[in-house]
């Protein structure tokens, strides 16, 4: 009688700890507090498939869900507005991404992520531009909270316009009104 009490008793323990513990898993996603340097694989995939979905766009492909890589609601309307004045139907005929320089940024649980992206075009030959990509944690979730393409020797003069020198350092500067507001009044966005 005791041996069978104790299996039951057993199984309902482990479903129990299981339970308990979690797995980090919400809805079949990672769940994520905040990121750490261990965290450098998703931060980078992730930015790589933003980047990947924005030339895309650019190309005329397909159109990019900001919402499914931004989560703050000031960089989804300036990303939003950058789209509709820089999407161009380019003759892309490839697209290159590579990584110049991550580094972790403990101060604020974030990665900055440097890219280079070469496009070779049908029309007007080839084009090489930087961009700085921040990822951090949102409930839950890694996301772009900050993104920013150095013009030099790229295409797109968008962020040179409306965010000249902007330091892309804090997953927080959208969130400060002042600059925000300046942004998005001189970039003609409501």
Known sequence: MRKKLI???????????????????????SYLEELSTQDFEIAYELGKAFL????????GQRNIDFAHYISNENLLKYSNKRMSV??????????SIGLNQARFI?????????????ARHGLIGESLEEIEVLISADKG??????????????????????????SI?????????EFVK?????????
């Open 169 to 177: 350092n804090s997953p927080d500067v959208l969130n400060n009104e």
């Open 141 to 166: 979730k890694p996301v772009v909270s900050d993104w920013y393409i150095e013009c030099g020797k790229g295409i797109s003069s968008f962020d040179q316009n409306y965010r000249p020198n902007a």
């Open 182 to 190: 300046a942004i998005f009044e001189k970039a003609g966005i409501e």
């Open 86 to 95: 820089e999407t161009y139907v380019y003759d892309i005929k490839e697209v």
């Open 7 to 29: 299996l039951p008793i057993i199984l309902v323990s482990l479903l129990a700890l299981v339970a308990c513990t979690g797995s980090g898993q919400q809805d079949g996603q």
């Open 106 to 118: 403990r101060e604020e649980k974030c990665y900055y992520l440097n890219y280079a992206v070469y």
């Open 52 to 59: 990947d979905d924005f030339y895309a766009q650019k190309a």
